[in-house]
């Protein structure tokens, strides 16, 4: 079992950088696929970002592409969304998520994939 805590959201101007954080327990973390999701008000959850636990590549849906990257730290246990340029389409709760056995690349754009959520950070981006 894997327990997830979300970290870093705040209120920020466009344009603004922020990194969430999200801290992991359990031991059996750096064999879960890990994603951000986001759920701006009024709306439905949507995917935003996932790093397997390979880390051999990264998926981005493509509104953020060019302006986050996420990381894992296997050791530490937590996985990182750097935001750059941030948006007001950006404002939503951040969700962190964790999966097992993922392994067809449409896997990890689907909340429906991942076993572990955490509580959320909200992110403001005011224009």
């Known amino acids: 079992q894997v327990q997830l805590a979300e970290s870093g959201g705040r209120l920020v101007q466009a344009g603004d950088s922020l990194t969430l954080s999200c801290a992991a327990s359990?031991?059996?973390?750096?064999?879960?696929?890990m994603g951000w999701f986001r759920q701006p008000p009024g709306k439905e959850r949507d995917f935003v970002a996932a790093i397997p636990w390979s880390e051999e590549r990264t998926y981005y849906i493509d509104s953020v592409k060019g302006r986050f990257n996420i990381s894992r730290d296997n050791v530490k246990k937590t996985v990182s969304l750097q935001m750059n340029g941030l948006r007001p389409e950006d404002t939503g709760v951040y969700f962190c998520a964790a999966g097992w056995g993922l392994s067809h690349d449409n896997q990890y754009y689907s909340s429906s994939s991942y076993d572990y959520w955490g509580q959320g950070t909200q992110v403001t981006v005011s224009s």
């Open positions: 359990g031991d059996t973390f750096r064999y879960y696929a």
